[in-house]
């Protein structure tokens, strides 16, 4: 994760290339065991993105749907949402091929699209978790259509902050709140024996921690607890070198360690504790300024099922993959995984050319929409609560086995209005997200929701001078 204090020294090291037009490729940033049995097995994969600039969680989805398919998973219990723009996007260097890893096969080939562009949406996603056909706004229909006795499977990857998960429409989300209603709503209407929920995405242990009760047989395994960034992998300048001609992430850490793990390993034989050990340690990584805590939530009994329960069983026998990369060398925020595609999208531009103008204008305005973005909330933080007290709203978190926000209401609201007031939907950055914690802390000091309305208006309208930035 970039500090507060390193960001801005990036920050400004890309100013100073762009001026200078200096080149560089550096961004330095058991018990129960689960077997046989006559329920079925249902799988939800979902990429909560679009953008090329984001190809890394469709990349994701696809290497899932892979694993699932070769565990037998038939296609019509695998529901896939994903908003399908990077496999034959202009950027894509292999039109039609989707990879996860930098030696690895195509992972989009045969991918049901039953859920793409603004199919990809919260209402259909909790309506295909519902099974309520006549809830769905588009797609192919299909649904969870499960029994008492059946396996759900649920894969998120995307975009996340404090209490939130994207979808590709920026006036679209799923709150924590509203996601673990749904979760509710389907263990009230006992249509399955077991579900596991894996969520790729920053501070996504925020969406389960304090909410998610142990007793609705519920396994929930995050990629990183509810105060952290999770990243981005197989990023461009990584070691070993990712192909020359990709400018962005082809993966994302806490998926690639699950799903590179599922691939080496006889997942009838494998249980989801000793995954998530691998995983974790793997996520965690030896740098101390990167890596996640991997978490997990909700009926830890579960993790004593044997993969199998939930991925599918008929596999091949295993080989090992001719190599998996284990020490990846550049960990990519989630926040700043865009960032680092628009810089390598401006040094691969020829000098002098129209393409390097072009990607030099995204880049610059990128930078300075956070630099906007980061004065008007510490300007909203100190309207609110004061020179002293207004600092510690940025950082203030909650105890473990707490919920984010108790007012989920306020929060929902406040989200609208920080929205609305930063110009989140005409950026092609997530950048604002990371600030949700604020929203929550203003709903938990009880300020009343149209003065924080009024003030955050106010605060957005107060333009930063880019020449008097100090770094």
Sequence with gaps: MISSGSAGRFIFVILLLLSLGIES??????????TKGKGKRWAVLIAGSSGYENYRHQADICHAYQILKSGGLDDK??????????????ENPRPGIVINNPLGKDVYHGVPKDYTGDDVNSNNFFAVILGNKTALTGGSGKVVDSGPDDHIFIYYADHGSPGYLGMPSYEDEVTAKDFIHVLKKKHEAKSYKKMVIYVEACESGSIFDGLLP????????????????????????????IPPEYDTCLGDLFSISWMEDSDMHDVSKETLKEQYKVVKNRTATTNKEMGSHVMQYGSLDIANDFLSGYLG??????????????????????YDAELLHFQHEFLKA?????????????????????????????QIAMLL???EDGPKMLTLTQPAGHPLVQDWDCFKTLIKS??????????SSRYGMKYTRVVANICNAGINMEHADLVMGQAFSMK?????IKY
């Design 25 to 34: 490729h550096e961004y330095t940033n058991t018990d129960s065991k689960q």
């Design 77 to 90: 219990n695998i529901i896939v949402f994903m908003y399908d723009d990077i496999a034959f996007s202009q």
């Design 214 to 241: 142990d007793n609705m047989n519920i396994y929930a395994v995050t990629a990183a607890n509810p105060n952290e960034s999770s990243w981005g992998y197989y990023c461009p300048g990584d070691t070993p070198d």
């Design 313 to 334: 069983e008929n596999y091949p026998v295993k080989h090992k993959p001719p190599q998996i990369f284990s020490h990846s060398t550049r960990l990519v925020s989630q």
């Design 350 to 378: 020829p000098k002098n050319s129209e393409a390097r103008n072009e990607a030099r204008k995204k880049l610059q305005d990128e930078i300075f929409y956070r630099k906007q973005i980061d004065y008007s909330i510490k």
């Design 385 to 387: 609560l004061g020179e």
């Design 418 to 427: 920080l929205k609305k007031n930063c110009g989140w939907s005409s950026s």
């Design 464 to 468: 930063f001078n880019t020449t008097s």
